[in-house]
């Protein structure tokens, strides 16, 4: 079985580009607040706003590796069209991402994050689960 690395690098670059209109525009303040970091002084948010650029690159990495497994995936169990890809995608969503998350919202205890967390898990798999299923 082969992955098309053009189809993950896509998904990369689109859940970038997701993230950034999920936690920008649609719930940023909710985000930034729930996260406590309109609470920072300036300083301490002019420090982490230098670090940013190595947290980006980081995801990115991560990104990748999430939608090479994601292709091995839909690859692997024949779903190589659009409808298959989102298939795969949301099972792997339901089953994996939904439980680590939630786990991690009952023993931290923000809920709220949890469901910021979960429904741009449930975008980016989706369009990746589609560009990658598309990308035969």
Same mark, same amino acid.
């Given at each position: ?16 580009? %997701? =993230? ?15 996260? &406590? ?5 300036? /300083? /301490? ?5 230098? &670090? ?22 839909? =690859?692997?169990? &024949? ?23 939630? =786990?991690?919202?009952?023993?931290? &205890? ?7 967390? %979960? ?9 990746? =689960? ?7």
């Amino acid at each position: 079985m082969t992955v098309n690395f053009w189809a993950v690098l896509v998904s990369a670059v689109a859940s970038m580009v %997701i =993230g950034s209109i999920w936690f920008g525009p649609l719930f940023g303040k909710m985000y930034i607040s729930l996260m &406590g970091m309109d609470k920072k002084s300036p /300083e /301490e948010q002019a420090q982490m706003k230098k &670090g940013m650029m190595l947290t980006y690159v980081w995801q990115f990495i991560a990104s990748l590796v999430m939608f090479y497994v994601l292709a091995r995936f839909v =690859g692997g169990l &024949g779903q190589l069209s659009v409808m298959g890809g989102v298939m795969v995608a949301l099972w792997v969503w339901i089953g994996f991402v939904v439980p680590m998350k939630l =786990g991690d919202a009952l023993w931290g &205890g923000k809920m709220q994050l949890f469901w910021i967390g %979960i429904g741009n898990s449930l975008v980016t798999l989706a369009v990746s =689960g589609a560009i990658i299923g598309a990308m035969k």
